[in-house]
Structures are given as C-alpha cells and as structure tokens.
C-alpha cells in the first residue's frame, strides 16, 4: 500500500520517455534507363528527436573554483582619486588628505608605492621644517632668559600660593615685559604639534593600504622587504625606527636641545617611548613601517643639525646656550620659594612628587593664616598687600596726581 501511495505521488512529476518515431524509407520511382547507372543517392530527410527533460534533483553538485579564481580581470588605470575607488574612503579630514597627496606623488613621480611614501614623508617634513626652526628659536630664546624666568615664576607661584592678586598681576606683567625684551613668542613651541594629526593620518592610510591590499604593493619594497603588505621578516625596520627615536630624544627632540626639560621626563623619552615604539612597530605593515623609518631618520637628522653652531647660523636663529658657562644662579634669600638648579634634584617619582607638591602648598597656606593672626599688618607689608590705610594715602596721591596733570595740559594749552 505504501509503495502505491508514493508511485501515485510522485507519477505526475516523472516525465516519460520520448516516442520514439519510426518512418518508413520514402519510395522513390524512377523512370528505367539505358545506360546502367548507379542507382541515385537519396538521403531521408532528418527526423528531429526530442531531447529527454530531465526532472529537478536536490543533489549538490560540487564544483571547483580554480575557473573563478584564475580569472583575470583588467585592472583600474591609476589616477587622482584611485585608492578611493578601491574601497578606501576615509570622508574628509588629514587622512583623505594625505591619501590624494600621496596619489599625487605616485602618479606624477612615477615611482612605485615604496618610492611614494618615503618622498610623502619626506615633503611633508621638508613643508614642516619652519615650523620646527621656529620653535628652537624660542627655546633657545627661554634657555638664556632663565636665570631672571625662574626667580620671577617662583614669587608667582608663591603669590598665588598667598592669593595676593596684585602681586600675581605684578610679576605676570613683568613676566611679559621680560619675554616681549627677549623676542620670545611662547605660541611657536606648540606650533611643531600639528605633526600629530598628520602621524595619526599616515597611520590610518599604510595600514588601509595594507590591509585591503592596493595591487603593486606586493612588489613595491626595498631590498629584503618587497611585499610592503606583510611586516619586516628580520625586524630591520622596527630596530631602526626605536633607535632613531632613541638617539633624537636623547639629543634633544626634534629641537635639537630642550634645557628646561625634567630628568624624569627626560629619561621616558630616552628609553621608554622608544622600546614601546619598537614592540608595536614589529607587528605593523611593511606600509607602516617604512613611513616611521623615513620620519625618525629625517628627526634624527635634523636633531644633529640643530646642534651645530653653523646651521643656526644659516638659518638665522638664536644659538644654544653655553653649558660650560656658569651664569651666577640668583640668591635663594633673595627670592624666596626659588630652588637653585645647581643643586641636585630629589627623585621622588611621579606619585611622590605630586604628594610633595600638596603637601609644601598646604604648609604654606597654613602658615600664611598662622601670621595673619599673629601680626596681620606686618603680614601684609611684607606680602606686598596693601592695607586699609596704605590703600587710603595711594588714593588720595593719585587724586592729587590728577589735578596736577590736568592744570599742566591747561598751562601748555595757553602757552601755545
């Protein structure tokens, strides 16, 4: 009964076979002849036989993909704008235009990928290069006016530690008047920054490049490294790039000197950020890698260059201050809160620093209430405040000082 059942089913879904047509040989009547001849070839007309349909079957057929893969299809022609009709599309901002930069050196250079990032990185810090001369002016500028900054910063911080608002408007202006004498402009040591946005750029473009990948970049290396979408085998470039920063820190920066710079500070530069530079720089893309390469060794050039007498010279800014030249460091009595940078500093670290500062401005904030309680007139005077009657004499001499003035103006006007 169940094989009844599913013949009936599935009878109107078979096909059946085609018929197969017999016809007959066509007779053919011709009149007799003389001459024996071979009889005529008469060929039957073709019988069209219909093809068998062949039902739907849910059986997967498995099928190589070597046909699709083995295809090759014609290639984009490079142009302004090629990175992006590949996929990489970063909107607006420096990364879209470092990318149209970087289309432009590659087409109109001529040279290969490899070629377009290390002039990329090249121009760009050759474009930066004011900016960065600029900046070591004003250093240098701040180095030699140190000996009257400090003194002057320390009575600030005390005023402020003291609240004293006219003293903290008093040494801010004389602060000023100092740095304007000097031809400091302290805005030029932030310009140099903008390399940040830039360095955040390339660091998005190589490694979209890589990843997607572009075509080319897999023979557009140098020497041991020709595919620039896979990392330095031999960690060349990683090595080089964490010495680089190593040595331009260690002279300076990018400045080619920084004085005011703390020897804890210091010593993270020199050795930290360039071991951390390193390990992530040994994971990165060939694209990644030869970009830092070519930024750190131009640093450490220009590192070098900044320190020599000559090239300050050429370029017109203000030589590096003397380190042998032992500049009378102001008196401490003279200038209380001030620390003589001749002494050797204390290392306390980071945490114990910042606890030693609370604690030295809460003492002193507790002393300062202590003598004002005690003797708040002498407090006053020797804080530099004013007291109600100091404050009553200086109005009534300016007073006076302007009615003077005003019958001056008036004894010049008649005289003329």
């Not at 003389?34 to 849910?58: F, G, K, L, R, W």
């Not at 699709?68 to 909107?91: M, N």
Request: hydrophobic share 40%; glycine share 8%.
């Amino acid at each position: 009964p169940l094989g009844c059942v599913l013949s009936k089913r599935f009878a109107s879904t078979d096909h059946p076979p085609p018929p197969i047509v017999n016809s007959p040989p066509p007779i053919v009547n011709s009149p007799p002849s003389i001459v024996n001849s071979p009889p005529p070839n008469v060929n039957p007309p073709p019988v069209a036989v219909a093809e068998p349909v062949h039902a739907p079957s849910d059986e997967f057929v498995s099928s190589s993909l070597d046909s699709i893969t083995g295809l090759e299809y014609p290639r984009i022609a490079e142009h302004v704008g090629y990175l992006k009709d590949l996929g990489l599309d970063f909107g607006w901002g420096p990364t879209a235009m470092l990318q149209t930069f970087l289309e432009y050196v590659h087409i109109y250079s001529g040279a290969d990928w490899g070629g377009a990032i290390i002039i990329s990185a090249c121009i760009i810090r050759l474009a930066l290069l004011k900016t960065f001369l600029n900046a070591s002016d004003t250093q240098a500028r701040v180095a030699v006016l140190a000996p009257h900054i400090n003194p002057l910063k320390a009575q600030l911080k005390q005023a402020r530690a003291t609240r004293d608002i006219d003293q903290v408007r008093n040494i801010s202006m004389d602060l000023k008047q100092l740095y304007t004498a000097g031809g400091v402009q302290l805005w030029r040591l932030f310009v140099p920054l903008v390399q940040i946005p830039i360095g955040f750029g390339t660091f998005r473009l190589m490694r979209g490049m890589a990843e997607l990948p572009v075509p080319g970049l897999d023979s557009a290396g140098l020497l041991w490294l020709t595919d620039l979408s896979e990392s330095d085998p031999y960690y060349i470039l990683p090595i080089f790039t964490g010495l680089a920063f190593h040595l331009t820190f260690k002279h300076g920066g990018d400045l080619g000197s920084n004085p005011l710079q703390s020897p804890g500070m210091k010593k993270t530069l020199i050795y930290v950020v360039p071991a951390i530079t390193t390990i992530f720089n040994l994971f990165w893309p060939g694209t990644l890698q030869l970009s830092f390469a070519c930024t750190s060794f131009f640093s450490l050039v220009q590192s070098y260059s900044l320190r020599q007498p000559g090239v300050r010279r050429f370029f017109n800014i203000q030589p590096l201050p003397d380190s042998n030249n032992d500049t009378p460091s102001p008196s401490p009595d003279a200038t209380p809160g001030y620390e003589d940078p001749s002494k050797p500093p204390v290392n306390r670290g980071f945490i114990g620093g910042a606890v030693a500062e609370v604690k030295g401005a809460a003492s002193q904030v507790i002393k300062t209430a202590q003598n004002l309680r005690e003797n708040p007139e002498d407090e006053l005077k020797g804080s530099g405040r004013r007291s109600p009657a100091d404050a009553k004499r200086a109005k009534a001499y300016e007073d006076r000082r302007r009615k003077e003035l005003a019958e001056e103006k008036v004894s010049a006007k008649r005289r003329t």
